[in-house]
């Protein structure tokens, strides 16, 4: 069935979809804040780029600092944008009459928690971008990115799995 065939389906925010949309929210203005907090007293030169093993390896102007916020803000709209209208969505399974609300109830709830998560995932990276040019820590660790990898594809293979189990 293509997308514009698919059946409309109004689906109301869950107390689930809400809470994990005040996370977001809050990680974007968690990031706006620390960007304010944080400006006058950032060295000129702070991390921009961390090494697999977690250590800033490449440094930059202090204004790069402005690059996650940014983002955080770009992919919240973004997201908040493409869950409203969970029909348009590519899913790895047909969408039928039976199966819409479902499919479309798990899309929209892998998208909140994806949203929460690499929001998040930025406020972190963030702060510790903070006080590695501040001096206080070396950077995000060599756990951080198996730890993020496990989370986003946990995220995604739950969402499969109830997906397939929802066809």
């Avoid at 698919?6 to 925010?13: A, C, K, M, S, V």
């Avoid at 979809?17 to 005040?22: G, P, R, S, V, Y």
């Avoid at 040019?133 to 995000?140: D, P």
Wanted: charge should be positive.
């Amino acid at each position: 069935m293509k997308p514009s065939e698919r059946p409309i389906i109004d689906l109301p925010y869950t107390f689930q979809d809400l809470a994990l949309e005040a996370v977001a929210l809050g990680g974007v203005l968690l990031t706006i804040g620390l960007l304010i907090l944080f400006w006058p007293v950032l060295p000129a030169s702070i991390p921009t780029h961390f090494g697999v093993t977690g250590e800033a390896d490449s440094w930059g102007d202090k204004r790069t600092i402005f690059i996650l916020p940014s983002v955080s803000v770009m992919l919240y709209l973004l997201l908040t944008f493409v869950r409203r209208d969970p029909r348009k969505l590519n899913y790895p399974w047909p969408i039928t009459a039976q199966n819409a609300s479902r499919q479309y109830r798990l899309a929209c709830s892998v998208l909140s928690w994806l949203k929460a998560e690499v929001i998040l995932l930025f406020g972190f990276m963030e702060w510790t971008t903070i006080r590695t040019a501040l001096g206080q820590v070396k950077g995000l660790g060599a756990a951080f990115m198996p730890v993020v990898l496990l989370i986003m594809f946990g995220t995604l293979g739950v969402y499969f799995y109830f997906a397939y189990r929802s066809r």
